[in-house]
């Protein structure tokens, strides 16, 4: 089985900084992979699919890359509504990033 | 606009059984691959099983073989989850998914609000 290592668990950043959030495949999965970011309480929502892809209404401040088996999640510049935890996956999830405003 | 509507979720004993189901509208539920995916409290996200859009094509996560078994009615654009031989490890919030692709690793882009079942003695 293909595992999903996502890192960090959390994090902690100002309004405005650049985040960053990795993920690596244990195997190549070529670009077969997804980002997801859930708020409490709520169910997850598709942001980035085939690792680069920004699925339709997601803001431009989200962005993804990578292939083979190292990806990155990027948000630009951080808002107060990007609070959430994080998900990698490709055909099963990465263990979540905890996103926190400093 | 797409809408996934899940019940069937509740409060179970160790080894009982319960029957999950997902209402679909919105889209041609026909047309696509469809997953259930869960949620322990406070833990992350587990894809659980994913059925192809006729129903000829299933999987299964090591955790849950044996014990539960997906399946749909095109006819009522429902998507079930029949779960037998419950343990307390399976407490979660069951969540329908739809899948964009025919591979898993298509994701997920639709999902339901999630129903809890909770299992304990």
């Known amino acids: 089985d293909i595992q999903m290592t996502q890192s960090p668990s959390s994090l902690s950043a100002s309004v405005g900084d650049r985040v960053t959030i990795t993920c690596q495949a244990s195997q190549d999965i070529s670009n077969y992979l997804n980002w997801y970011q859930q708020k409490p309480g709520k169910a997850p929502k598709l942001l980035i699919y085939d690792a680069s892809n920004l699925e339709t209404g997601v803001p431009s401040r989200f962005s993804g890359s990578g292939s083979g088996t190292d990806f990155t999640f990027t948000i630009s510049s951080l808002q107060p509504e990007d609070i959430a935890t994080y998900y990698c996956?490709?055909?099963?999830f990465g263990g979540g990033t905890k996103v926190e405003i400093k | 606009q797409v809408q996934l509507v899940e019940s069937g979720g509740g409060l179970v004993k160790p080894g009982g059984s319960l029957r999950l189901s997902c209402a679909a509208s919105?889209?041609?539920?026909?047309?696509?691959?469809m997953s259930w995916i869960r949620q322990a409290p406070g833990k992350g996200l587990e894809w659980v099983s994913y059925i192809s859009s006729s129903g000829s094509t299933i999987y299964y996560a090591d955790s849950v073989k044996g014990r539960f078994t997906i399946s749909r009615d095109n006819a009522k654009n429902s998507l079930y989850l029949q779960m037998n031989s419950l343990r307390a490890e399976d407490t979660a919030v069951y969540y329908c998914?739809?899948?964009?692709?025919?591979?898993?690793?298509?994701?997920?882009?639709?999902w339901g609000q999630g129903t809890l079942v909770t299992v304990s003695s």
């Open positions: 919105g889209f041609t539920f026909s047309d696509y691959y």
């Open positions: 996956q490709h055909l099963t």
């Open positions: 998914a739809r899948s964009p692709g025919e591979l898993l690793s298509s994701g997920f882009d639709y």
